[in-house]
C-alpha cells in the first residue's frame, strides 16, 4: 500500500480559498468515499476535521469543505485565517487497512 | 467528553520490548473500535493498526512495517487498549498516538487523538 500524494506545501493570503489536493489510486480513493482529513498545528496532536469526503464533526468551521473526483480527494479552506496554518492530512481507509497521505504544510501569508 | 490518554513512552535500546497504554474516558470504552497512529520527529503520520469493539470480536489489523512485531490489545473492564512493541528499531522512533476509531456505514476515521507518548529507539 502507498501513501496518498500531497503537495509538500501551499499557501495564501488571509481572505483568500485554497485546495489541497490527495491523490490515491483506483485501489483506494477511486473506490471507496472513506476520506477523511486531518489538521495538526505544531507540538498538538491531530485533529478531524472532515470525514467521509466532505463531512465536518461538530464544532469545525464550513470554511472547511471537502469533495472528491476519481482517484484524488480535496480540502478546500475559504476565508483563510490566521489560525489555519498548520499541517493537513489527508487518509483512507479499504478493507482491513489505512493509509495517510504525506501532508500539506498551509502558510497563511 | 471523550478523551484518549496514552502512557508508556520512553527510551528503550533496540531489540527490546515495550507496551504503551491508552486509557479511554467520557464514553463507552467497549463500543468502540481503537486505533494507533504514530508520527516520527519532523515526518508525516503512520497508521500502525487498530483494534476493533467487542461487538465486532475485538480482531486487530496491522500496517506492514509493524506486522509481526506489534500486537494491539484491549481490556474493557479497565477502558484501556494496549500497543504491545517487540524488536524494535531505531525507525520506530516516533510519537504515538491512540485514537478512537468511528465508523459510518461508509467510512471509518479517528475521532479523537489522545495527546501522544514519545518512545526513542536508540542504543
Given at each position: 500500500q502507498s501513501a496518498l500524494t500531497q503537495p509538500a506545501s501551499v499557501s495564501g493570503s488571509p481572505g483568500q480559498s485554497i485546495t489541497i489536493s490527495c491523490t490515491g489510486t483506483s485501489s483506494d480513493l477511486g473506490v471507496y468515499n472513506s476520506v477523511s482529513w486531518y489538521q495538526q498545528h505544531p507540538g498538538k496532536a491531530p485533529k478531524l476535521?472532515?470525514?467521509?469526503v466532505n463531512n465536518r464533526p461538530s464544532?469545525?468551521?464550513?470554511r472547511f469543505s471537502g469533495s472528491k473526483s476519481g482517484n484524488t480527494a480535496s480540502l478546500t479552506i475559504s476565508?483563510?485565517?490566521?489560525?489555519?496554518?498548520a499541517d493537513y492530512y489527508c487518509s483512507s481507509y479499504t478493507v482491513n487497512y489505512r493509509v495517510f497521505g504525506g501532508g500539506t504544510k498551509l502558510t497563511v501569508l | 467528553e471523550m478523551q484518549v490518554v496514552e502512557s508508556g513512552g520512553g527510551f528503550i535500546q533496540p531489540g527490546r520490548s515495550l507496551r504503551l497504554s491508552c486509557t479511554g474516558s467520557g464514553?463507552?470504552?467497549?463500543?468502540y473500535a481503537m486505533s494507533w497512529v504514530r508520527q516520527a520527529p519532523g515526518k508525516g503520520l503512520e497508521w500502525v493498526g487498530f483494534i476493533r469493539s467487542k461487538t465486532y470480536g475485538e480482531t486487530a489489523e496491522y500496517a506492514a512495517s509493524v506486522k509481526g512485531r506489534f500486537t494491539i490489545s484491549r481490556d474493557n473492564s479497565k477502558s484501556i487498549a494496549y500497543l504491545q512493541m517487540n524488536?524494535?528499531?531505531?525507525?520506530?522512533?516516533a510519537v504515538y498516538y491512540c485514537t478512537t476509531w468511528g465508523c459510518t456505514s461508509t467510512s471509518c476515521f479517528d475521532t479523537h487523538w489522545g495527546q501522544g507518548t514519545l518512545v526513542t529507539v536508540s542504543s
Open positions: 476535521i472532515i470525514f467521509e464544532g469545525v468551521s464550513n476565508g483563510l485565517q490566521a489560525e489555519d496554518e | 464514553f463507552t470504552f467497549s463500543d524488536s524494535l528499531n531505531t525507525d520506530d522512533t
